[in-house]
Nanobody, 126 residues
Framework: VQLQAFGGGLVQAGASLRLSCEVQ????????MGWFRQAPGKEREFVAA????????ANADSVKGRFTISRDNAKNTLYLQMNTLRSEDTAVYYC????????????????????WGQGTLVTVSS
């Protein structure tokens, strides 16, 4: 399984951006998926997660009401819609996937995931 994340860029505070993550080499149906981010000098942190069906979602407190995770299994693609971006959202964003528990587990830790994308940089200027 390979994950390809893209959609990052440089935006101003208050703007919106949508990240995408393509699942290659396997159908996405069997995987729970998530987004994490890592700012310079900081540890990788949980942003949002979604079960294989899209029926259950979890978000970090820092992004609730601003970021929305979703998926389109027909397109083997995971999304992260980011609205009202802030300078503190600046980071490299990573998508991740795991088949554990049939794709029904909403992991919030790095160790919960087995496959990772290469990351896409989001820079928010204030």
């Amino acid at each position: 399984v390979q994950l390809q994340a893209f959609g990052g860029g440089l935006v101003q505070a208050g703007a919106s951006l949508r990240l995408s993550c393509e699942v290659q080499g396997h159908t996405a149906n069997n995987y729970a998926m998530g987004w994490f981010r890592q700012a310079p000098g900081k540890e990788r942190e949980f942003v949002a997660a979604i079960t294989w069906s899209g029926g259950t979602i979890a978000n970090a407190d820092s992004v609730k009401g601003r970021f929305t995770i979703s998926r389109d299994n027909a397109k083997n693609t995971l999304y992260l819609q980011m609205n009202t971006l802030r300078s503190e959202d600046t980071a490299v964003y990573y998508c991740a996937a795991t088949p554990k528990y049939g794709g029904s587990h909403l992991g919030k830790n790095v160790r919960d995931y087995d496959y990772w994308g290469q990351g896409t940089l989001v820079t928010v200027s204030s």
